[in-house]
């Protein structure tokens, strides 16, 4: 169903447009240059550049109504369940399932990998939810700092494009970044992705090397350098989201 709405249906107040049956937090930056809508389980929220008028975009809002409350939809039908940090809980690693193991040792929290199991190990009489997920995460950014650069320099190697660094953060609304400098950093969650959605964001920063925007000529670099990218790219957008310790 088609929905047409003029500017004058959506309200602003501080730092939210209210749109149809929805609210859109407004998240300025000095750093973006061009508007951006993101829906995921925190809601939707609209990134754009400082000195962006309000009126453009609500605009922006305006035009892709219909697209936000199909987003919505699917997060109704499909929501994200919240992890306990119990035996038998589901975690990917590279896009693949791997089943939580608890085992008590008078030990320091530690994790592993055995096969299709990641193991927490330790004094679990005295863990909690949250010091488990600690020793989770604090893993997967190991992981994920070992894999991501090794797999950037594959990629270097093979585009031709050389980036000044490369290192793993932690990002809120975000994937990937290229500084004008040529310094890469990448959002460790990647970890959890499949690998061909990896190389994707690995590729996509990498091509910022030659073109440090989203122009024509940038997309035709990153096609070139990796044809199925469109695939990879909708993925991310459909399920990125899901991408959670």
Same mark, same amino acid.
């Given at each position: 169903?088609?929905?047409?709405?003029?500017?004058?249906?959506?309200?602003?107040?501080?730092?939210?447009?209210?749109?149809?049956?929805?609210?859109?937090?407004?998240?300025?930056?000095?750093?973006?240059?061009?508007?951006?809508?993101?829906?995921?389980?925190?809601?939707?929220?609209?990134?754009?550049?400082?000195?962006?008028?309000?009126?453009?975009?609500?605009?922006?809002?305006?035009?892709?109504?219909?697209?936000?409350?199909?987003?919505?939809?699917?997060?109704?039908?499909?929501?994200?369940?919240?992890?306990?940090?119990?035996?038998?809980?589901?975690?990917?690693?590279?896009?693949?399932?791997?089943?939580?193991?608890?085992?008590?040792?008078?030990?320091?929290?530690?994790?592993?990998? !055995? #096969?299709?199991?990641?193991? +927490? %190990?330790?004094?679990?009489?005295?863990?909690?939810?949250?010091?488990?997920?600690? *020793? =989770?995460?604090?893993?997967?950014?190991?992981?994920?700092?070992?894999?991501?650069?090794?797999?950037?320099?594959?990629?270097?190697?093979?585009?031709?494009?050389?980036?000044?660094?490369?290192?793993?953060?932690?990002?809120?609304?975000?994937?990937?970044?290229?500084?004008?400098?040529?310094?890469?950093?990448?959002?460790?969650?990647?970890?959890?992705?499949? !690998? #061909?959605?990896?190389?994707? +964001? %690995?590729?996509?920063?990498?091509?910022?090397?030659?073109?440090?925007?989203?122009? *024509? =000529?940038?997309?035709?670099?990153?096609?070139?350098?990796?044809?199925?990218?469109?695939?990879?790219?909708?993925?991310?957008?459909?399920?990125?989201?899901?991408?959670?310790?």
């Amino acid at each position: 169903m088609l929905v047409f709405l003029s500017t004058a249906c959506l309200k602003f107040m501080s730092n939210i447009i209210e749109g149809d049956g929805f609210n859109v937090n407004i998240i300025k930056s000095t750093r973006r240059k061009t508007m951006a809508l993101k829906v995921n389980h925190r809601g939707v929220s609209i990134h754009i550049p400082s000195n962006l008028s309000l009126t453009t975009a609500k605009k922006f809002i305006v035009q892709k109504t219909a697209w936000i409350q199909h987003k919505l939809e699917q997060q109704a039908v499909h929501p994200i369940i919240e992890k306990q940090y119990i035996d038998g809980e589901t975690f990917l690693l590279l896009g693949e399932p791997y089943t939580l193991r608890l085992h008590s040792q008078e030990t320091t929290l530690s994790v592993n990998k !055995v #096969d299709s199991y990641i193991d +927490v %190990i330790g004094r679990l009489n005295r863990a909690t939810k949250t010091s488990i997920q600690k *020793a =989770l995460i604090h893993w997967y950014k190991q992981q994920a700092e070992q894999y991501l650069k090794t797999q950037t320099q594959f990629w270097a190697e093979k585009t031709g494009l050389q980036p000044r660094s490369i290192s793993v953060k932690t990002y809120k609304a975000r994937w990937g970044s290229c500084k004008i400098n040529g310094d890469i950093q990448f959002n460790w969650k990647l970890i959890l992705a499949p !690998v #061909d959605v990896i190389d994707y +964001v %690995i590729v996509h920063e990498l091509c910022h090397l030659a073109h440090h925007n989203h122009s *024509a =000529l940038y997309w035709q670099l990153v096609e070139k350098q990796y044809p199925n990218f469109k695939q990879t790219r909708q993925w991310l957008k459909n399920h990125g989201h899901r991408l959670e310790i």
